[in-house]
DNA sequence: GACTCTAGAGAACGCTCGTTCTCCTGGGTA
DNA sequence: TACCCAGGAGAACGAGCGTTCTCTAGAGTC
């Protein structure tokens, strides 16, 4: 089997494992088992398990960020004239589209800091690149649309606040909470 | 030792070190060196490392509920009318100087959820119920300010922000953005 | 003073898990 | 055909850890 395709579904195994149950709970033989590939393979892919937990955030990272900027973009329609915000405000619809999905789990993020943030250098690393970009995104779109840069930061609670939320009442309820915050917050930032 | 006493102390040891380590990481004989107690009294007090994960959370949550309710409560100051909104700001405040203590290191429920929220039901359930009752307090304070009730959801959200995005960055600064943010939504409110 | 019960110190047990090793098969190559 | 070697299956190793057991000391009681 082709080296990248190896390395592909050692990750898919990771992420949906590691994802669901938690980066501890689960083992390298459970990787192998649902990703098909030996042990030896593993290794050769990936020396070891730390190595495999920083691919799966990295990995996840990228694709995490990405559907939400391509979901946002639908809202970049140059046929109507935008209201400003409106990019901001379907980051929280994308969340909510999120929330809903079946194998929702939280942010994954959130979650492995949690669970390793306080002994794994590495992972308190990959998680403060991810909220930071993630953030850098929000202000981002609260500057392009003409509103005061200083909203970027409430925005970017609200959304911290919808993901953790959201995990653990399991409900999707806090994205429309939260974007009808930040509609006002935009309101009154178009004001002031 | 008394039996009381004993209880206390390994509750004090647990609590230090699951809250600065992480609960997984943390092993029945890290818990007998810091307390001081012997196994056999440490399984008499507490059978399985799993009841004394529960007592960790317990205590913990009445302790954090009541230092942020007499806090609070210095707001209710009958001599000078208050700001509606006045104690729902204060909870903000509060956060802000625990974000300060040198040894925050974040939401101790929400850190648990993320490591055995998937795979411990008596942890999940204890997240949930600390986090309804911190929220119900959050509502109750937006109705006693004779504030529309439904503040409470996007304060809530905020609060819960703040505490994940303070922990991630090591920065008290999430309590002030959350609380300027509500202050905005609760002259939002007054007005509607 | 003999007995009993509690508790301390820490060894021991059994299981899990990250990692490595052994043995074997099969395909490519001179 | 003889050789080589990457890779698969899974046993084995070693450490960590939750839990229990052993042995001993001492305090209270008749």
Redesign the interface.
């Known amino acids: 089997m082709d080296s990248t395709v190896a390395t592909e579904r050692a990750l898919d195994a990771a992420e949906r494992l590691f994802y ?3 980066i ?2 689960v083992g390298m033989d459970d990787i192998r088992t649902a990703s098909g590939l030996s042990l030896k393979r593993l290794y050769q892919l990936f020396p070891a398990k730390e190595r495999l937990v920083e691919a799966y955030l990295e990995r996840r990272d990228a694709r995490w960020r990405q559907r939400l900027a391509e979901y946002v973009e639908q809202y970049e329609n140059p046929e109507r004239p935008a209201e400003a915000g409106d990019r901001v405000l379907a980051v929280f619809d994308w969340l909510g589209e999120w929330f809903a999905e079946p194998d929702f ?2 942010c994954a993020w ?10 794994s250098e590495s992972v308190a690393r990959q ?2 690149l991810h ?1 930071a970009a993630f953030k850098g995104y929000v202000v981002e779109l609260v500057e392009r649309a003409g509103l005061p840069s200083g909203l970027g ?2 925005v ?7 993901m ?2 959201a ?3 399991r409900s999707t309820e ?1 994205a429309a ?2 974007a ?2 930040a509609r ?2 935009i ?2 930032g178009r004001q002031g």
Chains 1, 2 share one sequence.
Do not use: C
């Open positions: 669901q149950r938690g501890q709970t789990n939280g959130i979650n492995s800091y949690g669970e390793l943030g306080a002994t998680v403060r909220k930061d409430p970017f609670l609200l959304a911290e606040g919808a953790v939320t995990a653990i009442t806090p909470q939260a009808q915050a006002v917050l309101a009154a």
